[in-house]
């Protein structure tokens, strides 16, 4: 019986330690758990668990140089430009409502995408301040695109663009053209 006994704990043991060294993964980054058995005798079993520590490091993102600025701000803005003429060009062109609201819907999803994308970016130091303006007048341009794509007519739909582009242009972005050697905004650049 004593045998049994004393098989029971080695058994038991073995699957405690089993189960303790299968829960420890390596994704984590942490180095994997270093197990190590002995018995004192044949009664008892011990067992320990040693892990190491895992240390992190941060970095400080590197703004980037002016070309890359400037080809990263153009890849930015380009899909909310074009979404911006291509709904300027419907309601010009007098398009069927359902249309002009599609357009509309584009040009909010493309100025969600552009603000977010405008945020990831490190931007060079003098261009921080009007991308910052720029950003702003996006977010605040949200709510009035999100109403043009709802509008209940062209009238209502009109009213929404215009107030969501106070003054038909953003200094900012002429600012932040300027600062990256960008060409002004042209529309004829968004067919």
Do not use: F
Request: glycine share 4%.
């Amino acid at each position: 019986m004593r045998n049994a006994v004393t098989g029971a704990r080695i058994l038991l043991s073995a699957i405690v330690l089993s189960a303790v060294s299968g829960c420890s993964t390596a994704d984590n980054g942490a180095a994997p758990a270093v197990t190590t058995g002995s018995t004192t005798d044949s009664a008892t079993a011990a067992t320990t668990t040693t892990a190491t520590a895992r240390t992190t490091t941060s970095v400080t993102p590197v703004p980037l140089a002016k070309d890359e600025a400037a080809r990263r701000y153009l890849d930015i803005v380009t899909p909310y430009n074009l979404a911006l003429e291509h709904l300027e060009q419907g309601i010009n062109e007098g398009r069927p409502l359902a249309e002009v609201h599609a357009l509309a819907d584009a040009t909010a999803k493309a100025n969600q995408a552009h603000v977010a994308a405008l945020r990831a970016v490190v931007w060079p130091a003098d261009v921080v301040s009007p991308m910052t303006a720029l950003i702003g007048e996006s977010e605040l341009a949200q709510p009035h695109w999100d109403r043009a794509a709802l509008a209940p007519n062209r009238d209502a739909v009109i009213e929404a663009v215009k107030a969501a582009i106070p003054g038909g242009r953003s200094e900012a972005a002429t600012t932040i053209r300027a600062q990256l050697s960008l060409d002004q905004y042209e529309e004829r650049d968004y067919p």
